[in-house]
């Protein structure tokens, strides 16, 4: 992929999750081998624990590594507090230039085509504010399936073409118009179910579509880190969520905290055994997604209780 001009049809933020370097090695081959590519620019925010992916800008000089200056993450990175994915998301968003602003992240590999696609469906869709693609599981071991049926399993092909009130901030691309109506949002810190909220309330529509496709291949993923993440991403949720909330409310939703281990796993089997696919193989993740929903459902509690998005 060549260097692009000032007014790029697609920017790509690449957020970084595992941090690792071949991770984004990955995500940055699949970004650079896409077919009949529209003019792109990629940006990869990074926090000092993760400076070592700067060893990549020889071999990517299109890409823009940006360093989120006076975020100190080192904490986050080794799973003792709030982790700063939506702060990095954030800085790539200011940064973008492009007309469509697409996100994914470090461990996710695009299909071929990802980035035309972003292009022509939200082009197909001008009423669309937003467009929300599939997410596949691209790894065999126990703890990456488990962890990808938490966090993606809704995203499972197949899909349904048409209005959603959820899509996945590992595949997704927006009307940059549609961002900067709702930029109190997302001006500190992007969360997805904040900014999608915020579109929906605003009268705009999001899709989900089939017909863009991310893999997750994470490398070095083990059960403790999973599980803390899995604490620590629910307590950041519910600590965001309750900002403006009144005490009665907080204490309601912490009630409720204690039977999602149930309901999320339910939901989760539900949707497996709708699309009819790899059901043996979600059978088999069951205990361990058991566990990391525990986890999460942890963190939610306290974080409705506390108000504090941070902290373990």
């Given amino acids: 992929m060549s260097n692009v001009d000032t007014n790029p049809e697609l920017t790509v933020v690449v957020a970084l ?10 995500n940055l081959d ?9 003019s792109v620019e990629i940006m990869v925010p990074f926090d000092p624990p ?21 975020l100190d993450t080192a904490r986050a990175r080794e ?8 702060t990095l998301r954030t800085i790539g968003l200011r940064a973008a230039r492009g007309r469509i602003v697409a996100l994914t992240e470090d461990h996710a590999v695009a299909s071929e085509t990802w980035c035309r696609d972003m292009v022509t469906l939200l082009d197909e869709h001008p009423d669309v504010a937003a467009i929300g693609g599939a997410v ?5 071991r126990l703890i990456n399936r488990a962890v990808y049926y938490c966090d993606f399993g809704r995203y499972q092909n197949p899909l349904s073409e048409g209005e959603a009130q959820y899509v996945s901030d590992s595949n997704v691309a927006y009307r940059r118009e549609a961002l900067e109506a709702i930029h109190d949002s997302w001006k500190s810190d992007y969360h997805e179910t904040v900014v999608h909220g915020a579109l929906l309330e605003s009268g705009r529509e999001i899709w989900l579509t089939p017909r863009s496709t991310v893999w997750q291949v994470r490398s070095g993923l083990s059960f403790p880190p999973a599980m803390r993440e899995r604490y620590v991403w629910g307590r950041s949720f519910a600590g965001t969520r309750v900002q403006h909330e009144t005490a009665a409310k907080r204490l309601l939703y912490a009630g409720f905290s204690m039977v999602l281990p149930l309901l999320l796993t339910i939901r989760i089997a539900r949707g497996v055994l709708s699309k009819r696919r790899e059901v043996l193989r979600f059978a088999s993740s069951l205990p361990l997604i058991v566990l990391l929903q525990g986890s999460w459902s942890l963190g939610e509690f306290v974080g409705y209780l506390t108000k504090n998005p941070e902290g373990l």
């Fill in 17 to 26: 999750i595992s941090g690792h370097v071949e991770d984004l090695e990955r």
């Fill in 30 to 38: 699949a970004l650079h081998r896409q077919q009949n590519p529209p």
């Fill in 50 to 70: 993760c400076i070592a992916v700067t060893a990549l800008a020889d071999r990517y000089p299109d890409v823009q590594f940006i360093l989120a200056e006076g």
């Fill in 136 to 140: 596949e599981c691209g790894s065999d």
């Fill in 79 to 86: 799973g003792h507090s709030r982790e700063h994915h939506d």
